[in-house]
């Protein structure tokens, strides 16, 4: 009997019969490649469900947490204290932004983030510049008062037109800078939150720019001191507790397919 030999498979077949087998191979690397494609903005907000959250980490990233707030009234309260005793403008304005550098310093040894010891010298040196050009200790407080008016009324532009900037934190995070804004909930949302960042601000011009004027250094330096970071602490605790009430769900970015 004749043997019968079975026909070869061309290498078209064989390549059909390869990719067959292999489904489930073909479609994990796909799966990589669109985790691959998603990028860092992508997994940083699907680490948020919610607005709330997401607005909270970034409030507290922000600020620089507890360490920077104190860190930025050091300073401040090394120039008042010096003053009081001293009466001393130069002196004063070296051992604020003596203690500004030490800060830093300390920074630097432990390799941490020195962005909010920066903006602390920032502050610091803003403030000598006002001062030692008048040669009245009252000026090194007049930056702040104007910050804090200019901030006042930027927050306040900005809840007028219904674009609050507290929303922007929100797009930072979903990779989207105005996607939020389609959403009636998150602007109002958003709104309340700016508004208990504005308020601080001009809580500060009111009590501080009387005192200015009648050139109270004393009182400036304690002014600026507890109207700083426990006022603003009171804020984020008011704030805190309008985000623990909701949870708004964080929509994905525009093309992102809503799960």
């Known amino acids: 009997m004749t043997e019968q030999r079975r026909p070869e498979a061309t290498d078209g077949e064989a390549s059909a019969a390869a990719s067959e087998t292999r489904p489930d191979e073909d479609d994990a690397a796909t799966r990589r490649g669109e985790d691959d494609a998603a ?19 970034q409030l507290t990233k922000a600020l620089g947490g507890p360490r920077g707030v104190v860190e930025a009234a050091i300073p401040t309260i090394g120039f008042t204290v010096s003053w009081i005793v001293s009466h001393k403008l130069q002196l004063s304005l070296g051992i604020g932004a003596g203690l500004a550098v030490v800060l830093l310093a300390v920074r630097l040894a432990q390799r941490s983030t020195v962005q909010f010891v920066l903006n602390s010298i920032f502050g610091i040196a803003i403030a000598a510049f006002f001062a030692l050009r008048s040669g009245k200790a009252a000026d090194a407080f007049l930056p702040g008062i104007l910050y804090n008016a200019g901030y006042a009324a930027a927050m306040l532009l900005s809840i007028v037109v219904r674009w609050p900037v507290v929303g922007f ?13 389609r959403d009636r909930d998150t602007v109002r949302l958003c709104s309340r939150l700016t508004w208990l960042l504005l308020i601080p ?11 200015y004027l009648a050139g109270h250094v004393g009182w400036l330096g304690a002014s600026k001191v507890v109207l700083g970071w426990p006022l603003q602490v009171a804020a984020l605790a008011a704030m805190v507790w309008v985000l623990a009430r909701g949870r708004t769900p964080m929509e994905p970015a525009t093309g992102a397919p809503k799960s």
């Open 201 to 211: 601000c001009l809580v500060r011009v009111a009590v501080q720019y009387p005192l």
């Open 39 to 57: 990028g860092p903005a992508e997994a940083e907000r699907a680490a948020y469900d919610t607005v709330e959250e997401a607005v909270r980490k």
């Open 169 to 181: 934190l929100i797009g930072s995070v979903t990779g989207d800078p105005t996607a939020w804004h």
